[in-house]
Every structure is written in structure tokens, then in C-alpha cells.
């Protein structure tokens, strides 16, 4: 009986952990941003001056609650359209990095088993180097004169410069370049698990190699393609090194202005505010999407 108990001790600690880590690394943080963001900003050390420090004050405070920084929000276009902008580069990145990233990682799985590992290897090769180098690299190739406009000219191609450098093409291309790994491995692991037998069945039962791949694999592989546009998108919405290297005054995404509202502007509770309302657009989506999963698994 003790060793029963043990045990289920043991499991109710194994549940626990990741709670734990939950409310270490997210609920605790989260908890000072908003305390942040329904602060005041201040002439301060740090900038911004709380409506309550402690349990005693906050019955007083919610009954005064002021939400001025998220009025501010809504109120001001700069904030509201760079959310938006952000989130249509952030999907204009997911879609290009699943329309590359797909046949890559069907490659991948395709190919024998003794080149798996090299080919994963030449996907994660990138992530060896610094993250900032890379950008830079791209500003070296986009730039007027640079890598790219030279060999187009070298190869009779153009003959003016390109000009795609502070554009949001050259944002684009930077992002779907840094992001693509995190498209393609996800794929690779549904797609390598893949029962090739199905696909046998449904070509012996007269099924075209496209009707096969749209009937068979591709839902498949579902899975591993949310994966994998999670794992591009999230990131992708709050992205600041790319846009304020690769991009120029009209690719102001949302990471920009969080980063201009923190620094420059020292305005603590706005650009805390900024955040909170960040984490809701990219959250909530996640937790419904999740839900629907639940639903629909325990419906059959």
C-alpha cells in the first residue's frame, strides 16, 4: 500500500513540474507586464509608477481601474496597423515557408535512410552560426551593388540595381529564410512516419499520384504543418532584428514599435500594454484551436 502511494505521489509530482515551470517562466511574468501595463509612466527608476503594491491596495485599485494605455491602443492607428501589418507578414512568412518547406521536408523522408541524418543536418546547419551575422549577410546580398545585383548583372539579367534592400520583399525573404527550419523539421518528423503502404493501397486502387498525395498523405501531415506554422508564425508576429535591418520606414512591425516604446520612448506601461495585447492576439487563437482539437477527437 505505502509503495501504491509512493506512486501516486511520484505521478502527481510528474504532473506537477510542468506547472510549475508554467507559473515560474509565464504566469509570474506575465503577472508584472500587466501590473506594468496598468501603470503610470514616470520621471523614474524604473519608469512607471504602480496603482498598487500590494494585495491590500488592489480591492482599491480595481475599483478605480484605468485601462489608459489600452485605450491608447485602439485610439492611435499606429498601434492597431502595426498589428495588422505584422500579423500579414507573419502569414505571408508562414505560407512561404510551407510552400518551400513541404517538398523539402517530402524530400527528406523520401530519401534512404542513410542520408536522413546529413540532410537534417544541412537544415539545422544555418543555426550554427550567429542569428544577427546571418541578417547582415542578407544586407550584404540585397544591398544596391551588392552580391545579387552583380551576379543578375553579370549574367546579362539587369541592368540597374534591384533596389531590394529597406523593402518589404527583402523583410519577407529574410524572415522565410531564418524561419524555414522550424517549417521543415516538424515535416520531416509526420512525413518520415509516414506509412508508404497507404500509398501503395491507394495506387493499386487506381488512385493518380496527385489524388493519392491529396487523399493520403497531405492530411497525414497535418499534424507536423500546424507544428510547423506555429512554430514560424508565433515568432514571426513579434520579430524586431529583421524588419529594422532589412526593412525601411514603411515595415513598421509590431516588434519595432515595442522596442521604440521601451527604449526610446522609456514608456514602460504603454509598451508593456503593447505586449500584453500581443500575447492575447497570439494566444487566445492557439487555446480555441486547441479546444476544437479536443472536441473533435473525443466526437469519434
Known amino acids: 500500500m ?9 505521478g502527481r509530482l510528474v504532473v506537477a513540474v ?36 500590494g494585495l491590500a491596495q488592489l480591492g482599491e485599485f480595481l475599483s478605480q481601474l484605468d485601462l489608459e494605455n489600452f485605450r491608447l491602443l485602439a485610439d492611435d492607428p499606429l498601434y492597431w496597423q502595426s498589428y495588422l501589418y505584422s500579423l500579414r507578414i507573419a502569414a505571408l512568412t508562414t505560407l512561404l515557408a510551407l510552400a518551400i518547406g513541404y517538398p523539402l521536408a517530402y524530400a527528406m523522408a523520401s530519401a534512404p535512410a542513410r542520408w536522413r541524418g546529413i540532410l537534417i543536418v544541412f537544415v539545422i546547419l544555418p543555426f550554427w552560426t550567429s542569428f544577427l551575422i ?13 552580391l ?14 534591384l533596389r531590394l534592400l529597406n523593402t518589404e520583399a527583402a523583410v519577407l525573404l529574410g524572415m522565410v529564410y531564418s524561419y524555414l527550419p522550424f517549417m521543415v523539421l516538424p515535416l520531416f518528423a509526420t512525413l518520415e512516419k509516414l506509412d508508404r503502404g497507404l500509398l501503395e ?28 506554422s506555429a512554430l514560424v508564425f508565433i515568432p514571426a508576429v513579434g520579430e524586431f532584428v529583421i524588419p529594422d535591418l ?21 514608456d514602460w ?12 492576439v497570439l494566444v487566445l487563437p492557439l487555446v480555441l484551436l486547441q479546444r476544437a482539437r479536443l472536441r473533435r477527437e473525443m466526437a469519434t
Open 2 to 10: 505505502s509503495a501504491t502511494a509512493s506512486l501516486q505521489r511520484l
Open 18 to 53: 510542468p506547472y510549475l515551470w508554467l507559473a515560474l517562466f509565464f504566469l509570474i511574468p506575465f503577472a508584472i507586464v500587466l501590473r506594468m501595463a496598468l501603470s503610470q509612466s514616470a520621471m523614474a527608476l524604473p519608469p512607471y509608477a504602480p496603482h498598487f503594491e
Open 134 to 146: 546571418r541578417v547582415y549577410a542578407w544586407i550584404g546580398v540585397l544591398r544596391p551593388e551588392g
Open 148 to 161: 545579387l545585383d552583380a551576379s543578375l548583372a553579370f549574367l546579362g539579367i539587369t541592368a540597374e540595381p
Open 201 to 228: 493501397a491507394a495506387a493499386d486502387l487506381g488512385a493518380a499520384p496527385l489524388t493519392a498525395f491529396l487523399t493520403v498523405t497531405l492530411p497525414l501531415s497535418l499534424p507536423g504543418i500546424l507544428a510547423g
Open 246 to 266: 532589412l526593412g525601411g520606414p514603411d515595415t513598421v512591425m509590431i516588434g519595432k514599435v515595442l522596442w521604440g516604446e521601451f527604449f526610446s520612448n522609456r
Open 269 to 280: 506601461p504603454l509598451a508593456s500594454a503593447v505586449a500584453v495585447v500581443l500575447l492575447v
